[in-house]
Structure formats: structure tokens, C-alpha cells
């Protein structure tokens, strides 16, 4: 049968969990509980080998025009496989069904999002990303995530702000 990418059902929530908590586990990823998972299930999809799930994304709106792609991860002998781009690509798909022009993503994997069409760019210009997770997350004052942005639909382009609102500038430095 080989490797299929779906949306994921909730029979795949242990599998995800699992998936998920080993990145955690390094520091990779926050971590998902799978009460979290199960009232997510319908942001992620799967990557599947033969029934096994082997890899997972999921894209979260945060905005009208913003999306985040999360919880990317794959099973160990599968990175390097292009599964990884396979995920994005769907998810970037669900994001274009959606009319979502911008899809977003903190990351330690940059060669990784450079090679999926995504550039480097400054997580102020997310503040919707910023004031909705960041300001509760762990590492808020020592993120060495970096931040990737795709842009899908040329017209949002012009709306990227160069500069962070002030409020941003004053809370986070």
C-alpha cells in the first residue's frame, strides 16, 4: 500500500500521543495531551505506512489571513524520506481550501522549511501568534524557535508588517 497522508480520526489519537510525547520528551516540541488531541483531531493529519502512523502536522488558524503549521514530527527511520513534505504539502492544501494566504511556523528544522518554500522572517510580525500561545508557553523569554513564513497568495505579501506594533515592542523587548 505504502505511504498515504490523511486527515487524521480519532482512532489515531494514541498514535499521535505517542508521536508528540517522544519530541517533548527532547525539548523538540510542546507536548500534547490526548484530551488536546482529541478535541484537535480535525487540525491534524497523518502520514501512514501500511496502517502505521509514522508521522503527523496539524495547521491551526490564528488569524483570518494566518495559519500555523504544529506538531510536525516523524517516527524514527522515516525523517529524510520525504514524509515530512508530503505533510506540509497537505497541510498547505487544507490552508489554500480555507483561503488562508500566510501559514506560519516556529521551528529548529530551517533547512527543512527553506526546502518547502518557507523564508525566515521575524516572529513579531505574528502577534496573533505571539498573544495567543507564546505568552503562555514555557520558554516565552528564551524562544530559540525560529520563525518560517510561506505565503500562498501573493496579495498577502504586501500586508506583512515590517515593523512590530508598539504594544509587541514594549512587552517583548
Known amino acids: 500500500m505504502g505511504i498515504v497522508c490523511r486527515k487524521a480520526r480519532l482512532s ?6 505517542d508521536l508528540i510525547r517522544g519530541y517533548a520528551e527532547k525539548g523538540i516540541m510542546l507536548p500534547r495531551s490526548r484530551e ?6 480535525d487540525r491534524f493529519y497523518v502520514a501512514e505506512d501500511d496502517g502505521k502512523i509514522i508521522g503527523c502536522g496539524s495547521l491551526i488558524r490564528l488569524g483570518s489571513d494566518l495559519a500555523e503549521i504544529r506538531s ?9 524520506k520525504g514524509v515530512g513534505t508530503r505533510l506540509v504539502e497537505a497541510l498547505i492544501e ?21 526546502k518547502n518554500g518557507f523564508e525566515v522572517v521575524d516572529m513579531s510580525i505574528f502577534p496573533e ?3 495567543t ?19 500562498l497568495d501573493a496579495r498577502a505579501n ?15 523587548g
Open 12 to 17: 489515531d489519537v494514541d498514535a499521535l500521543h
Open 36 to 41: 488536546a488531541l482529541t478535541r484537535n483531531i
Open 72 to 80: 510536525l514530527g516523524m517516527a524514527e527511520g522515516y525523517k529524510g
Open 94 to 114: 487544507e490552508a489554500r481550501a480555507q483561503g488562508i494566504p500566510k501559514v506560519m511556523a516556529l521551528t529548529y528544522a530551517v533547512d527543512f522549511f527553506r
Open 129 to 131: 501568534k505571539v498573544w
Open 133 to 151: 500561545d507564546c505568552i503562555h508557553c514555557p520558554k516565552r523569554d528564551r524562544c530559540d524557535e525560529i520563525a518560517m513564513l510561506r505565503v
Open 158 to 172: 504586501a500586508e506583512i508588517r515590517s515593523e512590530p506594533p508598539a504594544a509587541l515592542r514594549t512587552a517583548f
